[in-house]
């Protein structure tokens, strides 16, 4: 039999869930290559991985390698159990790659270095700073469907939280915690009455977010990447789900997390590359919509199971990178934080410029 080379694509919650099934095929093979057309950047570092993955335009990557090899296009949503609500993303990937049915699959291996992990811990300690909280919420509410306009932000796809919504439950965050949003988009939450900071890191990579959720205390999200990066960091969460089940793309089984539903009974499952289905689409357009009983609801949950899973971080950030951090007050990445020269990750607390006019 020749080797075989795995092509991975689409957005990176994606290439993260196709990890575990990864690690079980090279228990029983060594001879293949992952081909990333989403970019390679979360198998770096991975113990058996790395050494398999190739960014799509590497040189001669089809002369060195895949002329010689059996190719195979891995789409998850194709499978059976997948779009019959059996199975989660990893575990497609695992019957897609295996053939072995549905199984429990690890957590998937997510490694990061000691400058991803010091970096997040900077930028959580600076918040806490800032802010005067000692337990820091990392909320990403916009899915990768999500639209921006002068006027609006929206998300067709049924994944995201509305903007209202987002506000408002950042204000009732706030009266415990410190919030760091988790977007693409930047918003100016003091002119939206918010009582505290909301830091939006920018300019960061998603191995640099994994550093900050890891060092942070808690995630609150929609169905995005953030969820499976705090699964894969054993980090505790509340997930809100509206268009897509949670059978599919979370953890509901997972003792760390709580699943919101607000789709259940309501939706009907998208046949995302199969078929475009209008109508379906339609039918889930505004399903993540909340009312201020809802919005309760999610604090709630986030204080629940902050209550029941906190766990005091150990810091690896001594206190002379302390120091430096809280006179960085505009989180400048070129700051020299210790003597190797460490970066820092860039955190605007408030954010007046380049906005998105959601509020208009």
Same mark, same amino acid.
């Given at each position: 039999?020749?080797?075989?080379?795995?092509?991975?694509?689409?957005?990176?919650?994606?290439?993260?869930?196709?990890?575990?099934?990864?690690?079980?095929?090279?228990?029983?093979?060594?001879?293949?290559?992952?081909?990333?057309?989403? %970019?390679?950047?979360?198998?770096?570092?991975?113990?058996?991985?790395?050494?398999?993955?190739? !960014? &799509?335009?590497? @040189?001669?990557?089809?002369?060195?390698?895949?002329?010689?090899?059996?190719?195979?296009?891995?789409?998850?949503?194709?499978?059976?159990?997948?779009?019959?609500?059996?199975?989660?993303?990893?575990?497609?990937?695992?019957?897609?790659?295996?053939?072995?049915?549905?199984?429990?699959?690890?957590? =998937?291996?997510?490694? #990061?270095?000691?400058?991803?992990?010091?970096? %997040?811990?900077?930028?959580?300690?600076? /918040? @806490?700073? *800032?802010?005067? +909280?000692?337990?820091?919420?990392?909320?990403?509410?916009?899915?990768?469907?999500?639209?921006?306009?002068?006027?609006?932000?929206?998300?067709?796809?049924?994944?995201?939280?509305?903007?209202?919504?987002?506000?408002?439950?950042?204000?009732? #965050?706030?009266? *415990?915690?410190? &919030?760091?949003?988790?977007?693409?988009?930047?918003?100016?939450?003091?002119?939206?009455?918010?009582? #505290?900071?909301?830091?939006?890191?920018?300019?960061?990579?998603?191995?640099?977010?994994?550093?900050?959720?890891?060092?942070?205390?808690?995630? #609150?999200?929609?169905?995005?990447?953030?969820?499976?990066?705090?699964?894969?960091?054993?980090? =505790?969460?509340?997930? /809100?789900?509206?268009?897509?089940?949670?059978?599919?793309?979370?953890?509901?089984?997972?003792?760390?997390?709580?699943?919101? !539903?607000?789709?259940?009974?309501?939706?009907?499952?998208?046949?995302?590359?199969?078929?475009?289905?209008?109508?379906?689409?339609?039918?889930?357009?505004?399903?993540?919509?909340?009312?201020?009983?809802?919005?309760?609801?999610?604090? +709630?949950?986030?204080? +629940?199971?902050?209550?029941?899973?906190?766990?005091?971080?150990?810091?690896?950030?001594?206190?002379?990178?302390?120091?430096?951090?809280?006179?960085?007050?505009?989180?400048?990445?070129?700051?020299?934080?210790?003597?190797?020269?460490?970066?820092?990750?860039?955190?605007?607390?408030?954010?007046?410029?380049?906005?998105?006019?959601?509020?208009?």
């Amino acid at each position: 039999m020749r080797p075989e080379a795995f092509y991975i694509n689409g957005g990176a919650g994606r290439v993260l869930c196709s990890i575990p099934a990864l690690e079980k095929y090279a228990e029983e093979h060594d001879d293949f290559i992952i081909v990333c057309e989403g %970019g390679m950047d979360l198998y770096k570092g991975h113990p058996k991985l790395h050494s398999k993955a190739y !960014d &799509v335009w590497h @040189k001669n990557l089809f002369q060195d390698k895949l002329k010689d090899m059996d190719v195979r296009s891995v789409e998850p949503y194709r499978v059976w159990e997948y779009y019959n609500q059996k199975c989660n993303l990893s575990q497609a990937f695992d019957i897609e790659i295996n053939g072995k049915g549905i199984r429990e699959l690890s957590k =998937p291996t997510l490694k #990061l270095s000691t400058e991803e992990l010091v970096q %997040g811990q900077i930028t959580i300690t600076e /918040v @806490k700073q *800032k802010t005067g +909280k000692d337990k820091v919420i990392i909320f990403q509410p916009f899915g990768r469907g999500v639209q921006s306009t002068e006027t609006a932000i929206y998300d067709s796809s049924g994944r995201s939280f509305d903007y209202k919504n987002v506000v408002a439950i950042v204000k009732q #965050l706030q009266k *415990k915690y410190a &919030v760091i949003l988790m977007s693409e988009f930047q918003f100016n939450f003091e002119k939206e009455g918010c009582s #505290l900071p909301v830091a939006q890191p920018v300019g960061i990579n998603l191995r640099q977010w994994a550093g900050i959720i890891g060092a942070a205390d808690y995630f #609150l999200g929609c169905d995005s990447v953030g969820q499976h990066i705090a699964y894969a960091m054993d980090k =505790p969460a509340t997930v /809100v789900v509206g268009s897509t089940f949670a059978e599919n793309v979370s953890y509901p089984d997972y003792e760390k997390f709580d699943i919101l !539903d607000m789709g259940e009974g309501l939706r009907q499952y998208s046949p995302i590359r199969l078929v475009p289905d209008e109508t379906v689409d339609r039918i889930n357009d505004g399903i993540m919509t909340m009312n201020d009983k809802i919005e309760d609801v999610i604090v +709630k949950s986030v204080d +629940k199971m902050l209550q029941k899973f906190y766990v005091k971080p150990v810091s690896r950030v001594t206190p002379e990178i302390k120091a430096i951090s809280s006179q960085n007050t505009c989180g400048n990445p070129e700051h020299d934080v210790s003597a190797k020269n460490q970066k820092a990750v860039k955190v605007p607390l408030i954010t007046t410029g380049n906005n998105v006019n959601a509020t208009k």
